[in-house]
Structure formats: structure tokens, C-alpha cells
């Protein structure tokens, strides 16, 4: 049980375009989700915390302009990154928890390289 | 906001050795202090999770020790093996209205040599 799927795997997209990725509890309702991004070599560092049905919350630095958060149902939030560029080349990672206090659960992560 | 200070940044273990991870956190711990696994190019993955109403807690090879008093748990691997290598990083809760957020160690990339 607690498994976290994300979609895609690895995206390699031109400067300016926009990217989707998805965040899926297969067996679990996550009522919250964590987005981090995570450089190599280092730490996650958490991007933004979303509840489903209400908007995200993010981290001080993070752009909400930039990195959408939809969470829109109990299994699933979505990342755009909107109008990529190199510097937001990262591996992103989404992680699901079922109710405050409980164990978060990670996804497989997304490798993102924009061009 | 919460600290979290992880030591040492590298370790190298011989096979069937123990490893040692340590963690030290700043401020009042409320839910679950959890361990994490990750692999290359791979999410991190739940290894073991102590909550702090407990000292100690074994799975398998590996141990949390928590001194609450002291602030700081480490992470005990026993009989260490090849496949043990990996990025390990502790995590604690950020406190206050954070609804659960952790903030993660710096990471300790681990060796095991065969």
C-alpha cells in the first residue's frame, strides 16, 4: 500500500513552453500533497503544500505564477511549470500523505531539462 | 522553522559493518521523525519512522535511536551490504502551522564496499 505515481517520468521541452507533470496516490485519498525540487547532489527542498479542493501554499522564493498546483481530487495534483527555462531544469518530486501526522509517501520524482 | 543539522555528509562502510547517521533538530518535535531511502534518479522511499513518545525502534538491520532530551536520532544500519548504498536523509517536523511539512537533512550519501 501508499503508492505514489508520477507522470511523466522525464520531459525535455524548448524555453517558453509549459510543462504538466502529475501527481497520483494509487491506493490511498491524500489530502495533502508536497511538491520539492530537488538539485543534484542535494537536499529536497519543498516547493509548495497543496490540500485538496483549496489553493497551495508556497514556500517563500517559490513564483505561484510559475509553479501551478491544482489539487482537484483526492488522488491526483498536478505541477505546471509555465514558461520553462534552463534554470528550472530540476528533478521534481511529489509526495501524499492521508491526514496530518501520517508517514508522507514519495513518488518515483520527474526529471525535468528544459532547452 | 525548523533545522535540521545531518552528519556526516559521506560515509564508506565495509560489507557487514554498521553505519551511523546522525540528526540533530532545532525545535519541539509534535508527530514522527521519518528516514528516507533514495537511489539514484529515484524518489525517496520511507525507510523506517519513529514518533517521540519512544526511544528506540528496530526493522531488520536498521535502528532509529531518539534522545528527545538531546534533540537528535540517529539512524543505525547493522550488517551493512553493497546494496545499502544510497543517499539516506532524516527529516523532522517543521512545527508550528506547518500541517505536517518535514524539512529534510542534508543527506548522507553512504558506501558499502564489498
Known amino acids: 500500500g501508499a503508492v505514489v505515481s508520477q507522470h511523466p517520468s522525464r520531459v525535455i521541452c524548448k524555453s517558453g513552453t509549459s510543462v504538466k507533470i502529475e501527481c497520483r496516490s494509487l491506493?490511498?485519498?491524500?489530502?495533502?500533497m508536497f511538491w520539492y525540487r530537488q538539485f543534484p547532489k542535494q537536499s529536497l527542498m519543498l516547493m509548495a503544500t497543496s490540500n485538496e479542493g483549496s489553493k497551495a501554499t508556497y514556500e517563500q522564493g517559490v513564483e505561484k505564477d510559475k509553479f501551478l498546483i491544482n489539487h482537484a481530487s483526492l488522488t491526483l495534483s498536478t505541477l505546471t511549470v509555465t514558461s520553462a527555462h534552463p534554470e528550472d531544469s530540476s528533478f521534481y518530486i511529489c509526495?501524499?500523505?492521508?491526514?496530518?501526522?501520517?508517514?508522507?509517501?514519495f513518488g518515483p520524482g520527474t526529471r525535468l531539462l528544459v532547452l | 522553522q525548523q533545522q535540521v543539522k545531518q552528519s556526516p555528509q559521506s560515509l564508506i562502510v565495509q560489507k557487514g559493518g554498521i553505519s551511523i547517521i546522525n540528526c540533530a533538530y532545532e525545535?519541539?518535535?509534535?508527530?514522527?521523525f521519518p528516514w528516507y531511502q533514495q537511489f539514484p534518479g529515484k524518489g525517496p522511499a520511507l525507510l523506517i519512522a519513529?514518533?517521540?513518545?519512544?526511544s528506540e525502534k528496530k526493522e531488520g538491520r536498521f535502528t532509529i535511536s531518539f534522545n528527545k532530551s538531546a534533540k537528535q536520532f540517529s539512524l543505525h544500519i547493522m550488517d551493512s551490504q553493497p546494496g545499502d548504498s544510497a543517499t539516506y536523509f532524516c527529516a523532522a517536523p517543521a512545527g508550528g502551522t506547518s500541517y505536517g511539512k518535514l524539512t529534510f537533512g542534508q543527506g548522507t550519501i553512504l558506501t558499502v564496499h564489498p
Open positions: 509526495s501524499a500523505r492521508r491526514a496530518v501526522g501520517e508517514t508522507q509517501y
Open positions: 525545535n519541539t518535535a509534535f508527530d514522527y
Open positions: 491506493d490511498f485519498q491524500a489530502t495533502t
Open positions: 519513529i514518533r517521540p513518545d519512544v
